[in-house]
């Protein structure tokens, strides 16, 4: 018999309701409370939670107040308080500038804070389109990443990448950091084309 269980099954905010703009990730808007039902009725763990490419400061990830409404919602609906996505920088560069005068830092370090109010796990960081590591030096991602990790320490989350790089080169930068609240999203849909997923998951199961 095989006792192999999955763990936990959730959805990207977003995705169990008609986007009101037509796209596919995009927060909800005045229906997002709604999308807590939906995803227990479902049968769902979790939805995973979601800061926009644009600051969106209706998003109640933002404020005390709203912060305590998700918390409700989760805890009314038994769902988790899993994990989350900043898709601010996909468009708003990670690794640009000293760390001093990198407000995109900050914003991400003000995101992993809002979302600890929530006991949220895990925090996806898309490095995507503006935030690719391939358009910056090694030492400039990693020793941003470094910064992300420590705050991560101080809120007990985890920092899990989400990217286009080829399996070596995503390797690389996860075994020099080698930091256990540091790991990686293997993105199915936009992995597809890049490599062969079998042979990419074994080498990146590590993380």
Known sequence: MNNFQFSRFGCSQGRLIKPYNGELQCFPKDNWQEEFVIASDCG???????????HNFTNPIWSDKGIDLIRKGIKKNKLENYSACLDYIIDNCIFEGDFQSNKVLDYTI????????????????????SSNPELFSFNLV???????????????????????????????????INNPLLGCVYDTGNRYEIGDPVSEINHLSKF
Do not use: G, H, M, W
């Open 44 to 54: 769902l763990n979790f939805v995973e939670l979601l800061a926009e490419r644009k």
């Open 110 to 129: 003000n995101f992993l804070r809002q979302v600890k109010k929530i006991k949220i796990k895990f925090v996806i960081l898309p490095l995507l389109e």
């Open 142 to 176: 990693t020793d941003n990443l470094l910064v992300l990790l420590e705050e991560c320490k101080k809120l007990d989350i985890s920092l899990i990448i989400e990217s286009v790089l080829n399996s070596e080169k995503l390797f690389k930068i996860l075994d020099y």
